[in-house]
Structures are given as C-alpha cells and as structure tokens.
C-alpha cells in the first residue's frame, strides 16, 4: 500500500506528521474561538433584554 521513500521516509512521514498536526490544531482553535464568540453574544443578548 505505501510505496518505498527510501532514505527519505522520515522527512516525507514527518512532513506528513506536522501538516496534520498543524490542521488539527487549527480545528481545535477554530472551534474554541467559534465557542467563545457564541457565550459572549449570548451574553451580550441577555444583558440587552
């Protein structure tokens, strides 16, 4: 299924590794900021009724 890198398996298995660390992190922070925006609009919401 995975074909041979040779000596460059490490680099091209590390790249590999960093993008889909770097895409994960983006989704968590993108969903904690989404969170974040929501409790204070709902707040803001509230304090004007």
Same mark, same amino acid.
């Given at each position: 299924?995975?074909?041979? @890198?040779?000596?460059?398996a490490f680099? #091209?298995l590390?790249?590999? /590794? !960093?993008?889909?660390? @770097?895409?994960?992190?983006?989704?968590? #922070?993108?969903?904690?900021? /989404? !969170?974040?925006?929501?409790?204070?609009l709902?707040?803001?919401?509230?304090?004007s009724?």
């Open positions: 299924m995975m074909p041979d @890198l040779g000596k460059y680099t #091209v590390g790249a590999y /590794g !960093a993008s889909l660390g @770097l895409i994960a992190v983006l989704v968590a #922070v993108t969903l904690w900021q /989404g !969170a974040r925006a929501r409790r204070a709902e707040a803001l919401e509230r304090s009724d």
